[in-house]
């Protein structure tokens, strides 16, 4: 594998505690909205790699300034790809982000549409390892079966792009035709080609509960 290979980085802010349904939720969000509005190079699209790296909050503030980003619910910064070679001084020193404190409560739900993500049991090790697979699942979902579901996705979109995690059904979603499954390219923790997580076309959410 080259060096310089193409990379979207993941900035999350030390110190904020969220759930890996936060975590994956906001990271699918903002990979799409980061490509639909910076665009993505061919070459990156060919091996779409995404690394998650942790900042205090003044750093955090500091990527935010300097770089052309979107951020999610205040702790997640998303980066347009770019070559290894191209990252900035800042972002060469952060260190790689694996977990976050937990809240005392989950969040609230909502009834706007959710993509719902689904982890493959036994694979996932770390959150900033579930964030970078969410981001691939919901790229794929989009450009896969957005065409078929644009209304839905539309929709999704109005809402803020929420999410939803599935505590369990990879069975059940693995062939359903509104589902997408990444196969992980094997840079960290799983061999190549490991299915690790699915994403769902957009929902009311909640309804795919069993």
């Not at 993500?117 to 694979?123: E, F, H, L, N, S």
């Amino acid at each position: 594998m080259s060096d310089d290979t193409w990379v979207m980085y993941y900035v999350v802010r030390s110190g904020v505690p969220f759930s890996l349904e936060r975590a994956m939720a906001s990271a699918g969000a903002a990979a799409v909205e980061c490509v639909e509005r910076f665009g993505a190079d061919g070459r990156w699209r060919e091996r779409p790699r995404k690394v998650a790296l942790r900042a205090d909050e003044a750093e955090f503030a500091q990527v935010q300034e300097e770089q052309p980003c979107v951020v999610q619910q205040a702790f997640l910064i998303c980066l347009p790809p770019r070559r290894r070679s191209e990252r900035s001084l800042l972002l060469e020193a952060l260190r790689p982000f694996t977990d976050a404190p937990r809240p005392k409560e989950e969040e609230p739900g909502t009834a706007s549409p959710t993509m719902a993500y689904v982890i493959r049991p036994g694979v996932m090790r770390t959150a900033g390892k579930a964030m970078a697979q969410a981001g691939h699942a919901a790229l794929m979902c989009v450009e896969e079966l957005g065409d078929r579901y644009a209304e839905r996705f539309e929709a999704w979109k109005q809402a803020g792009r929420p999410g939803e995690l599935l505590s369990e059904g990879w069975e059940r979603y693995r062939d359903d035709p509104e589902a997408v499954t990444v196969s992980d390219a094997g840079h960290t923790q799983v061999a190549p080609g490991t299915e690790t997580v699915i994403a769902l076309v957009p929902s009311s959410r909640g309804s795919r509960r069993a």
